[in-house]
């Protein structure tokens, strides 16, 4: 399985993104975003379980929405009130057994 993350880009502090990893084929495995800021380790951000339970990073909970669309074999980060420490780079991660992770995506919140 191949995942291809994109949606990243540059917004102002308060704005809205939405990222999209987009799956090779059907993946039925926890699927989780990740960001790592600049000279900081990589963290990760949201899960979205097989079963369908999401679960966040306290500093995201109430601004970031994980979400998963089976038919088109990809998961989605909404995510508002972008704030600057949210800038980094964000990554999708299939969970075990798959264990693959996608390529970065870039998201830039200025003040």
């Known amino acids: 399985v191949q995942l291809q993350a994109s949606g990243g880009g540059l917004v102002q502090a308060g704005g809205s993104l939405r990222l999209s990893c987009a799956a090779s084929g059907s993946i039925y495995v926890t699927m989780n975003w990740y960001r790592q800021a600049p000279g900081k380790q990589r963290e990760w951000v949201a899960s979205?379980?097989?079963?369908?339970?999401?679960n966040y990073l306290d500093s995201v909970k109430g601004r970031f929405t994980i979400s998963k669309d089976n038919a088109k074999n990809t998961v989605y980060l909404q995510m508002n009130s972008l704030e600057p420490e949210d800038t980094a780079v964000y990554y999708c991660?299939?969970?075990?057994?798959?264990?693959?992770w996608g390529q970065g995506t870039l998201v830039t919140v200025s003040s």
């Open positions: 991660y299939a969970g075990p057994p798959v264990s693959r």
């Open positions: 979205f379980s097989s079963g369908g339970r999401t």
